[in-house]
T-cell receptor, first 113, second 114 residues
């Protein structure tokens, strides 16, 4: 079983709609969760972090965390063509002081104009 | 915001050459940096954790004698790919942890070994 799992996609969403990206993780003691956006040929860019259960909103982005279900998601409202990218879910290991991140394989998102 | 600078961005060289990649934290001190490798259409794979003033911690399966890491200061970590071969061609990316506990990445180095 992979430690961090994402649907590889591609996920196609019409412009202006809500894009929903999902991620599950296996380590129940994980503490920190991150969403990165990676354009083709570029390095990942941190767009959201979340540490406690519930929702966290930042502009058009909302991260949702449910530790009981070991599930974290990213919602993108009013999707724009510039949101087309691969979105990587990353999870920090449970041990305090262990700063390693485990990445999912990413979901490729395409916003259709 | 925090900036991680990586240099060079693109390297093409002959098989057997050693290549050094630099990773700098521009406006903050980074006691820990990370080196990743990413093959096309795959996710990032952590190669090693670079610790300032001490030896790097390598992930299982990564040859420490081939991928030399030096983290001599709080703002600079280097990765040297020794005697590179075509199978070492990949996208190498460094990152540093910032106070929000997330990692911020450099722009990456695309390495092509002929």
């Amino acid at each position: 079983q992979k430690e961090v799992e994402q649907n590889s996609g591609p996920l196609s969403v019409p412009e202006g709609a809500i894009a929903s990206l999902n991620c599950t993780y296996s380590d129940r003691g994980s503490q920190s969760f991150f969403w990165y956006r990676q354009y083709s040929g570029k390095s990942p860019e941190l767009i959201m972090s979340i540490y406690s259960n519930g929702d966290k909103e930042d502009g058009r982005f909302t991260a949702q965390l449910n530790k009981a279900s070991q599930y974290v998601s990213l919602l993108i409202r009013d999707s724009q063509p510039s949101d087309s990218a691969t979105y990587l879910c990353a999870v920090n290991a449970a041990n305090f002081g262990n700063e390693k991140l485990t990445f999912g394989t990413g979901t490729r998102l395409t916003i259709i104009p | 915001g925090a900036v991680v600078s990586q240099h060079p961005s693109w390297v093409i060289c002959k098989s057997g050459t050693s290549v050094k990649i630099e990773c700098r934290s521009l406006d903050f001190q980074a006691t820990t940096m990370f080196w990743y490798r990413q093959f096309p259409k795959q996710s990032l794979m952590l190669m090693a954790t670079s610790n300032e003033g001490s030896k790097a911690t390598y992930e299982q399966g990564v040859e420490k004698d081939k991928f030399l890491i030096n983290h001599a200061s709080l703002t600079l970590s280097t990765l040297t790919v020794t005697s590179a071969h075509p199978e070492d061609s990949s996208f190498y990316i460094c990152s540093a942890r910032v106070s929000d506990r997330g990692q911020h990445f450099g722009d990456g180095t695309r390495l092509s070994i002929l």
